[in-house]
């Protein structure tokens, strides 16, 4: 881990990677409640966290595509493994506050970053409330011969694809693809 003096700034990594999915909204109630506002209230809903934080809940297929590049939409909104040490951030540690590439929401500390040299990022645990977990089927990308049941990790704001929670070691990590990551809150 890198020490927090050396790490890149915002701005040096805001080009590093793009992406999401759409699974979940969140909640119903949160859903329910954007649906009787005019649109311009239903864009933007708060999402809380510990900084605090703002998501859109309404974007179309078509404006996740407009916004994601190929790539990008295919991991974060279909639920797709990046390559292998595809992101700088499976490499070393950034950034302070990771935030979703989808909406800009903090979901992780650099001080729950955990080193593993085995291609995606890893972190001992999100911020409170900041992810949902689900069942998902995945091969990762042929790491596994058959496709096997894991613990799927979804942005709580707007559902984007993050990764898998699998076990190394005898701990719980959460397994993230750095596509999902952005280093500095950007909203579309």
Same mark, same amino acid.
């Given at each position: 881990? @890198?020490?927090? $003096?050396?790490?890149?700034?915002?701005?040096?990594? =805001?080009?590093? $990677?793009?992406?999401?999915?759409?699974?979940?909204?969140?909640?119903?109630?949160?859903?329910?409640?954007?649906?009787?506002?005019? /649109?311009? /209230?239903?864009?933007?809903?708060?999402?809380?966290?510990?900084?605090?934080?703002?998501?859109?809940?309404?974007?179309? =297929?078509?404006?996740?595509?407009?916004? +994601?590049? $190929?790539?990008?939409?295919?991991?974060?909104?279909?639920?797709?493994?990046?390559?292998?040490?595809?992101? =700088?951030?499976?490499?070393?540690? @950034?950034?302070?506050?990771?935030?979703?590439?989808?909406?800009?929401?903090? +979901?992780?500390?650099?001080?729950?970053?955990?080193?593993?040299?085995?291609?995606?990022?890893?972190? /001992?645990?999100?911020?409170?409330?900041?992810?949902?977990?689900?069942? =998902?089927?995945?091969?990762? $990308?042929?790491?596994?011969?058959?496709?096997?049941?894991?613990?799927?990790?979804?942005?709580?704001?707007?559902?984007? &694809?993050?990764?898998?929670?699998?076990?190394?070691?005898?701990?719980?990590? &959460?397994?993230?693809?750095?596509?999902? @990551?952005? /280093?500095?809150?950007?909203?579309?």
């Amino acid at each position: 881990m @890198l020490d927090r $003096n050396t790490k890149k700034s915002a701005a040096e990594m =805001d080009g590093a $990677n793009i992406g999401r999915r759409n699974v979940l909204l969140g909640s119903v109630g949160m859903a329910a409640v954007a649906v009787g506002r005019p /649109a311009a /209230a239903r864009d933007l809903q708060h999402c809380g966290g510990p900084h605090g934080r703002h998501v859109y809940l309404d974007r179309t =297929d078509e404006e996740w595509r407009a916004i +994601l590049s $190929n790539e990008e939409y295919r991991i974060l909104r279909e639920g797709g493994t990046e390559r292998i040490f595809a992101s =700088d951030f499976a490499r070393e540690n @950034l950034v302070d506050i990771y935030h979703c590439r989808g909406c800009s929401a903090e +979901l992780y500390s650099g001080e729950d970053y955990v080193p593993k040299d085995i291609g995606f990022v890893f972190f /001992a645990h999100s911020f409170p409330d900041a992810v949902l977990t689900g069942i =998902d089927e995945t091969d990762l $990308n042929g790491v596994f011969k058959e496709p096997k049941r894991m613990m799927e990790v979804h942005c709580r704001c707007c559902g984007s &694809h993050l990764g898998h929670l699998v076990s190394i070691g005898g701990k719980v990590l &959460h397994c993230i693809n750095g596509t999902s @990551l952005s /280093a500095a809150p950007s909203i579309y």
